[in-house]
Structure formats: C-alpha cells, structure tokens
T-cell receptor
Framework: DGGITQSPKYLFRKEGQNVTLSCEQN?????MYWYRQDPGQGLRLIYY???????QKGDIAEGYSVSREKKESFPLTVTSAQKNPTAFYLC???????????????FGSGTQLSVL | QKEVEQNSGPLSVPEGAIASLNCTYS??????FFWYRQYSGKSPELIMS??SNGDKEDGRFTAQLNKASQYVSLLIRDSQPSDSATYLC????????WGAGTKLIIKP
C-alpha cells in the first residue's frame, strides 16, 4: 500500500530543545517537500529535495534543518532557533524533479507540533 | 511578491445548492492550477487540476480557468454536508504558491 507516513502525529517541544519529524514514502518519488501550516493560512514551504543528498531552502527555512540520505526518507529537525514552532507540519512528495511542475503532490497525514 | 488570494469565508451554502469558490493569482506566467480539499486536522487532497482556459468537469466538481482575468474557480453542484471543508487553491508558475483557503460549510 503506497503512501507517505509521517510520525509522530502529535509532538511537544520544550524550550531550547531540537525535535525531529519523520517522513517516509514508498511511492518511489524523487521530490519531497516540507510545509508549515498555521491556522487560517496557506502552506508555506520550508525545504524541498529533488534528489538524494541534495535539498533547497524554501521560503521559511530559518530555524529548520533537513537531510536526504535515502530516497524514501526526508526528516525535518525543528531547532531551538525556531522561536515560534507551533504549527501543523506537512510532508509531501511528487514524481517529477527539475523544479515544480504540473505534478500533483501526495501528502502525509501531518504532525501537529506544540510548545510546552 | 507573487500571491494567490482566496476569500477566507466561511462560505455557507444550503445542502443541494451550488457552492462557488474563487481564487485570483498575480503571476501571469502561471500555467498549472489546482484545487485541494482539506478537512480539519487532516492533510490536503487533490480534487481538481486545470491547465487551459475554460471549464473542466469531474463528477459534481467543475473547475473554471480564465487566464486573461487571472482567476480560477471551483463549482460544487448538489452540495453535500461531506463537502464541508477548507478548499485550497494552488498555482504553479516559476514556483508553487498556495492560497490561504476558503472554509465551506454545507448546511443540511
């Protein structure tokens, strides 16, 4: 059963702590993305990756880091430098590379991150 | 700054009526247009894509694109309570840009 798996569904971060959100896909997609969604707002791109061992900053990359060591996996770390991390985080993938195209995005179920 | 604008709503429509959702965009090079539906606390799911001027129908859904006026709309016929959700407009030009979404409420 192909898809994108995000974990955990809910995550709590303490002051000064780094936390990592997991994203795994078995769709054999080359491109993967991380979005942040705040209430009443659209999706904002944090990072994206078009190929293993390569990734690009999106519009709001400050305070976040990613890695792409395997095609299937694109974890996102929310660092202590991100002062307002409370949001709904969505991982997505698409088949095409070479920048954005007319390919549809497949989304994971999301992770709600909150600050303790 | 390239933008995609949507009325945040909520848009309240009686069950069985036609719901009309609108989206305007600022980037004239935009070529691909998408409507995603997002239930509260869930991830977006693609319901329609459109690439050329005119109408595209899929079941109860019709997407309409007018590149000259830079707007794209989504019509939902015979609205059902299960259509109650936030509808996100996404536009691809040089990059993918998302609107903030319109909250749709279908009243039984």
């Amino acid at each position: 059963d192909g898809g994108i798996t995000q974990s955990p569904k809910y995550l709590f971060r303490k002051e000064g702590q780094n936390v990592t959100l997991s994203c795994e896909q078995n769709l054999n997609h080359d491109a993967m993305y991380w979005y942040r969604q705040d209430p009443g707002q659209g999706l904002r791109l944090i990072y994206y990756s078009q190929i293993v061992n390569d990734f690009q900053k999106g519009d709001i990359a400050e305070g976040y880091s990613v890695s792409r060591e395997k095609k299937e996996s694109f974890p996102l770390t929310v660092t202590s430098a991100q002062k307002n991390p409370t949001a709904f985080y969505l991982c997505a993938s698409s088949m095409r590379t070479g920048g954005f195209s007319n390919e549809k995005l497949f989304f994971g179920s999301g992770t709600q991150l909150s600050v303790l | 700054q390239k933008e995609v604008e949507q009325n945040s709503g909520p848009l309240s429509v009686p069950e069985g009526a036609i719901a009309s959702l609108n989206c305007t965009y600022s980037d004239r090079v935009s070529q691909s247009f998408f409507w995603y539906r997002q239930y509260s606390g869930k991830s977006p799911e693609l319901i329609m894509s459109i690439y050329s001027n005119g109408d595209k129908e899929d079941g109860r859904f019709t997407a309409q694109l007018n590149k000259a006026s830079q707007y794209v709309s989504l019509l939902i016929r015979d609205s059902q309570p299960s259509d109650s959700a936030t509808y996100l407009c996404a536009v691809i030009g040089y990059q993918l840009i998302w609107g903030a979404g319109t909250k749709l409420i279908i009243k039984p």
